[in-house]
């Protein structure tokens, strides 16, 4: 009887420990893998040119895009003007990393020419994002852009030549921990909208 006693309360015990252990292993998956989808909520928008600012983008990204729906409202748009500040942008969403929530959520892609978006976004998740956690605690976010210099110039695509704008921009972070600081971007300029065609690094 006793050893039938203690058989029963051995059995309840790994009962008890298999029960915890699940419990265990399904907090730490939902809490890791398993978070859904943030509901996208577009706060503000341009719509002749398809840009859009959704409720994650970080504070500095909303204030230059009011700079940048002030400039496009014009009749007459200032195109160097409008270069500067969609490369802001794009520095802005694609450097700051802590508002993400995966490696497939690259920031700037909308200001991408529309060829380059699905290879740029490929390429983001595999080098800048590519380790991506939202709960990673040293990730950049940043808090000031400059443009450095800006140039007129031409580039050919498809054997077609395009007005476009070379920038050198850099740029500071909150914290630093170690991501790029500098680029040149390259922007054409098709049926009145800019985007962007080529980035290189400088460091």
Do not use: H
């Not at 500071?172 to 040149?184: A, F, M, T």
């Amino acid at each position: 009887m006793i050893d039938k006693l203690k058989i029963t309360e051995k059995i309840t015990k790994i009962f008890l420990l298999v029960i915890i252990l699940i419990t265990i292993f399904v907090v730490i998956f939902n809490f890791f893998f398993n978070k859904k989808e943030k509901e996208v909520v577009i706060e503000n928008e341009i719509k002749n040119f398809n840009y859009i600012q959704v409720e994650s983008d970080i504070e500095l990204f909303k204030t230059e895009f009011i700079t940048l729906k002030n400039i496009l409202d014009k009749d007459d748009i200032n195109y160097e003007e409008y270069a500067k500040s969609i490369s802001k942008l794009f520095i802005i969403d694609f450097y700051s990393l802590k508002n993400k929530t995966s490696s497939y959520d690259v920031g700037g892609v909308q200001f991408i020419y529309s060829e380059f978006k699905d290879n740029f976004s490929l390429k983001a998740s595999d080098t800048i994002y590519k380790y991506l956690n939202p709960n990673m605690k040293e990730l950049p976010l940043v808090k000031k852009v400059n443009v450095i210099s800006i140039e007129e110039t031409t580039f050919e695509y498809k054997e077609k030549e395009y007005q476009s704008y070379k920038l050198f921009l850099n740029w500071e972070y909150e914290s630093d921990y170690g991501y790029e600081k500098e680029c040149i971007l390259m922007l054409i300029k098709e049926n009145n909208r800019l985007d962007i065609v080529k980035k290189t690094n400088i460091s």
